[in-house]
Nanobody
Framework: QVQLVESGGTSVQTGGSLTLTCVAP??????????LSWHRQTPGNEREVVAT???????SYSGAVRGHFVISKHNAKESLYLHMNDLRPEDSGVYYC???????????WGTGTQVTVSW
């Protein structure tokens, strides 16, 4: 099982930019073979998928972030990224990386990284 580790979240003002990083240490071929997603959770709500990248680096986005988030990955660095631009308060939440749907036998949820966007 690969322990996922997210980082890069912080407090930022509306209109700002952030890049989140997810490291999948010792993931080997798993990162190359499996689609991975960024998930967002806000208080009182379940985690929702906001962006996905396939093993062929095809990307997809939820309607809420399409056009201002970009997902990417670097297989050699065993890392997944979320480039967040033109941030809005509704982008706030705890961001996690994992497959969608999760595969518990391969990926272990990390603790997430908090993004707070304020006016």
């Amino acid at each position: 099982q690969v322990q996922l580790v997210e980082s890069g979240g912080t407090s930022v003002q509306t209109g700002g930019s952030l890049t989140l990083t997810c490291v999948a240490p010792h993931s080997g071929d798993a990162l190359k073979r499996h689609p991975l997603s960024w998930h967002r959770q806000t208080p009182g709500n379940e985690r929702e998928v906001v962006a996905t990248i396939t093993h062929r680096k095809r990307t997809s986005y939820s309607g809420a972030v399409r056009g201002h988030f970009v997902i990417s990955k670097h297989n050699a660095k065993e890392s997944l990224y979320l480039h967040m631009n033109d941030l809005r308060p509704e982008d706030s939440g705890v961001y996690y990386c994992n497959s969608a749907p999760p595969i518990p036998t391969i990926w272990a949820w990390g603790t997430g990284t908090q993004v707070t966007v304020s006016w």
